[in-house]
């Protein structure tokens, strides 16, 4: 089953960090950037952050789960839908544990996009 476009709007808006935080539709379900980091992701209505240490020493109880099948093991964030100022500093936290992002290779000039 395919994440609704509500239950993201809902995850960015518990969260409360305005712009910061967005999100892009993959495959029918969304990846949620934070700064432009990849910190979670949104499959069948569940929200998965990236494991890290910060978030690891933020969650009790720790529940892992596998956003879809192949993928690595990520936190299962549920109850803290229901607390805004942790599913912020867990979001922060995982943001800033995580690397920057690689930089996009230039594309090559004099190529034109396929229609």
Known sequence: MASTRDF????????????????RKMFGEYALYLDGKVVGLVCDNALYLKPTQA?????????EG??????????LIEQALDE???????????AAELPPPRPKPPK??????RR
């Open 66 to 75: 596998l956003p879809y099948p192949g993928a690595k093991a990520h936190f």
């Open 8 to 23: 993201v709007d809902y995850v960015c808006e518990q969260a409360g960090l305005g712009a910061a935080l967005g999100y």
């Open 84 to 94: 805004p100022e942790l599913l912020r500093r867990l979001l922060q936290a995982t």
């Open 55 to 63: 978030a690891r020493e933020l969650l009790s109880p720790l529940v």
């Open 108 to 113: 090559p000039p004099g190529r034109s996009p």
